[in-house]
């Protein structure tokens, strides 16, 4: 089955940097589409950065991590990463690994909190 499992989230104050990462298992990691999305609290869940199939050449990021916030993937390891560079208090939420086989799956997330 379709398994997704962020990791990297932690504290930092603002200007700091992290790197989540999320490990796919269950099905052709190379194939596919992979995203990047964040929930803060009360808030919706909203896209941060997709990046396409195979070499991940179309790369797609919200307006407000774009040159900030770097999306990227290995598929020899079926991983996909986010680099977060610049972070600011309102980057704080729980960031979540996606990919839609038909239906959209979805990791556990990873919980990134910047403090000012």
């Known amino acids: 089955q379709v398994r997704l499992v962020e990791s990297g989230g932690g504290s930092v104050q603002a200007g700091g940097s992290l790197r989540l990462s999320c490990t796919a298992s269950g099905f052709s990691f190379a194939w596919y589409n992979m995203n990047w999305y964040r929930q803060a609290p009360g808030k919706e869940r909203e896209l941060v950065a997709s990046?396409?199939?195979?070499?991940?050449?179309?790369?797609r990021y919200a307006d407000s991590v774009k040159d900030r916030f770097t999306v990227s993937r290995d598929n020899a390891k079926n991983t996909l990463y986010l680099q977060m560079d610049s972070l600011e208090p309102e980057d704080t939420a729980m960031y979540y690994c996606?990919?839609?086989?038909?239906?959209?799956?979805w990791g556990q997330g990873t919980q990134v909190t910047v403090s000012s």
């Open positions: 996606n990919v839609v086989i038909l239906d959209p799956y």
């Open positions: 990046i396409s199939n195979y070499e991940g050449t179309d790369i």
